[in-house]
């Protein structure tokens, strides 16, 4: 049996597709007699587009990720599905008018008119190949190029079976999609690893028929009907996850002028589901799909996988897919990673109110880039999100990254059933005191209400009448009860605050993205003073020095979130302190929090500024040069500002 898997435009380009690594190894190791290739269609028609027209990195980036909730990208192939090169290009360019500046617009169109030839060359390849089996992933932007290859594979090779999976054929999403594209013979739902080898062997053997009502989750015809088994039970235990087999993907990527845009990365899985999903399903969160339950590879089987994936392929950049980092890791995998030798540069997703150790033993690691969740400033708003964290946990995430030389990458979100505009008031009037700390990676945006999650599954929360977001009905020509089943992202009545406080927002995070790069902001502990050292635009002071013992006591302990009452209470613990009254702390948080020091939210305050990374040398230096230079100049000279992590980058 001859298996070929198709990776499908919009799959990130510096990434090998994870599902199809996975199910290449499972075919390869659990389907005796079948072969298994993956055919990198996202790399030949980066190669095949180039050829035609001025297309770039940046615009497949904008089709394969950022685009996603415009739709762009699926219509771009639409055009491919229905064998139309002018599919629905007016009402596309009525909805899209106001959206889309003029260049895109005319790239968009100019791709919609011309995919349909790419992907009829894909098709007759596949089908000159002769596969027994072709399997199409499916995640964000691709399932109507997926759609679209299995139609024409179809219509050129009607013998070969087409199997479609991935997140965009989940639960009812999958039902969908057997029901309304008939050139699908199979669609595996959830987790593949298990349900595609089952029905490999029983379309070998000959029992497919039969086999398919057994495969949970699977969706296949009986006399012409399609049939949708019931969802798997509960998820795949993690030692059913198999490591990836990224074969022919870097030597695709060398040969293709794709290797001239980006710089590729190993994708490696450690962990499904989340933990804190299990708990308090973030309101807004759609991901995850059919199982939020959390499981985790043994510590040493990732640190293996990591190992062994670094070394094939001599690559040491890699993305950590896990929705949350298992807490086990911080002791385990990441320790060894560290004494390794390999200089491992990682993303990874984590939660906001991890300690400065615990982003220490990250940074140490090699996982640079990591991504919070921190979503607002604003402990009402978080807790109608149901995140767990408060705003000054977020904002004492943003300070100790920097500090330990973490990027940050997050994204500023409104729009929530319940906010109001004097939930966002104070945060707008203190964004300039953070100008030196990583800003969101785009301006603030209403939410979307995703498939799966808490504002879909329960109205009560506040969105009722649901329906698909306009873009999949100028993609799809399907009524609109099917198009609820098939969609992923749903139109919803605004919520929460109005487009003037949203605008005050965003015109305050475009500030701080303009003045991020030339902002400082440090401090150093000298034992009996804090000398603070600010280059921040809307701040004219430039150093502070802060020698009152009770005021340094105060700082030091605001390098965690408290209330003034908590703050006097164990500042005033020392005897030496103890006639400083709880007046005085107020004070004290109300010049800092003016001079942009401290941050405050729901009564909570937390210090802004990292430790400068130079402490040692500083101090050093102190010592020895303090009567010989005015306190101003030691300050001023020697000060140094913590590095910048470096800009967010997201594959």
Known sequence: ??????????????????????????????????TCEVLHANLEFTDWITRRTEFSAEDYEYYALSSYFLGCGDWVFSSALYDDPAWKEAEFTEVMAGKLRSSRMRMTRRLHTVVPEFVEEIAQRVADLAPDVVGLTSTFQQNTAALAAARHIKRLAPQVVTVMGGANCDAEQGAAVHRNFPFVDF????????????????????????????????????????VANPMPAGPL??????????????????????????????????????WWGEKHHCTFCGLNGSFMKFRSKSPDTFYQEIMDLAERHRVLDMYVVDNILDMRYLSTVLPRIIDSGYDLRMHIEIKANMRRP?????????????????????????????????????????????????????????????ETDADYDPVIRQLPALEHLNPPVDLSARIAIERFSPYFNRPELGFTGLRPEEHYLFTYDLPEEELHDLAYVFQAPERGIGEDTVSRLNDAIAAWKKHHTDARLTHTDLGDEIVLVSRRHSFQWRTKRLTDPFGVAVFRLLDQPHSPDALHRKATADPAFADRTARQVRELLDEWTALGVTFTDAGQYVHVAPASVNQDLLRLDYMNHQHARPASARAEGHVTAARPAPAPALP
């Open 358 to 418: 615990q982003l220490q033993v990250l940074a140490d690691a090699g996982l640079i880039y990591v991504q919070p969740g921190i979503e607002s400033l604003n402990s009402r708003v978080l807790d109608l999100m149901d995140k767990g964290v408060s705003g000054c946990q977020n904002v004492r995430m943003l300070r100790d990254a920097a500090e330990t030389g973490l990027s940050v990458s997050w994204n500023y979100l409104h729009g929530f059933p319940g």
């Open 1 to 34: 049996m001859r298996v070929l898997l198709l990776n499908m435009p919009w799959s990130p380009i510096d990434l090998p597709s994870l599902a199809l690594g996975i199910l290449k190894r499972s075919v390869d190791e659990r389907v005796p007699g079948a």
């Open 237 to 274: 235990p993690p030692a059913a996850i198999l490591p990836p087999d990224y074969s022919g993907y870097f030597e695709r990527l060398a040969a293709s002028v794709a290797r001239n845009w980006v710089e590729p990365k190993l994708v490696v899985e450690g962990a499904r589901g989340c």
């Open 187 to 226: 669609v595996v739902r959830g987790e593949g690893e298990d349900a595609f080898p089952r029905l490999l062997e029983a379309l070998r053997d000959g029992s497919a028929a039969g086999a398919a009502a057994g495969i949970p989750g699977l969706c296949h015809r009986s006399d012409g009907t399609s």
